[in-house]
């Protein structure tokens, strides 16, 4: 499968603990996207990678959120001190080009924060 | 303030019948992508328009872009219970390098 790959694809967590999430984009693929969906809505976007730069962040994006593209393939998105409001999907997604054109989506990983 | 609506909401339908789904801004896109998404799974790409008036055709669905690229629609032809998912669009703005995404639609089609 070439696809986008998350993992874990479920966590669980105490309020207070720190988690890390991993997104494998499909392979060269330059442009590297994190998104935040609650029930019922539409994902939000959270910061974009081009390679290892991390170009932009958004506001949603709180100082206990980071987000590492190290070596322009896979990333991290590491949440510290975890809060229940912080309860989502977390969506990866990449593209070919440099723009935010046709996005390609892996399936996400489900945060529950008890 | 959401730059994205989407109407409607929810949409409960019989098998067999045609529905369409829109998505409105006041913002005008570079481009906007339909996506459907299924429970603990991401959306997945449908399709891509990109100018103005263009229409596109993926069997049952056709998808239009709006002239002024601020709006757009989804039509359904004869619905199947495989249709059944949440149905977003996600807009490209000009200038910006992210999507952003609508409200989303839920479909269900019952057999």
């Known amino acids: 499968d070439t696809g986008v790959s998350q993992n874990p694809r479920h966590k669980i967590t105490k309020r207070g603990q720190n988690v890390t999430f991993r997104c494998d984009p499909i392979s060269e693929h330059n442009r590297l996207y994190w998104y935040r969906q609650t029930l019922g809505q539409g994902p939000e976007f959270l910061t974009y990678?081009?390679?290892?730069?991390?170009?932009?962040k958004s506001r949603l994006l709180s100082d206990r959120f980071s987000a590492e593209r190290p070596k322009g393939s896979f990333s991290t998105l590491e949440i510290q001190r975890t809060e229940q409001g912080d309860s989502a999907m977390y969506l990866c997604?990449?593209?070919?080009?440099?723009?935010?054109?046709?996005?390609?989506f892996g399936p996400g990983t489900r945060l529950t924060v008890t | 303030t959401q730059l994205l609506e989407q109407s409607p909401q929810f949409l409960s339908i019989q098998e067999g019948e045609n529905l369409t789904v829109y998505c409105n801004s006041s913002s005008v896109f570079s481009s906007l992508q339909w996506y459907r998404q299924e429970p603990g799974e991401g959306p997945v790409l449908l399709v891509t328009v990109v100018t103005g008036g263009e229409v596109k055709k993926l069997k049952r669905l056709t998808f239009q872009f709006g002239d002024a690229r601020k709006d757009s629609s989804l039509h359904i032809t004869a619905a199947q219970p495989g249709d059944t998912g949440l149905y977003l669009c996600?807009?490209?703005?000009?200038?910006?390098?992210?999507?952003?995404f609508g409200t989303g639609t839920r479909l269900q089609v019952f057999p």
């Open positions: 990678f081009q390679n290892e730069a991390q170009l932009e």
């Open positions: 996600a807009g490209d703005l000009r200038d910006t390098d992210k999507l952003i």
């Open positions: 997604a990449s593209t070919p080009g440099t723009g935010a054109y046709e996005q390609y």
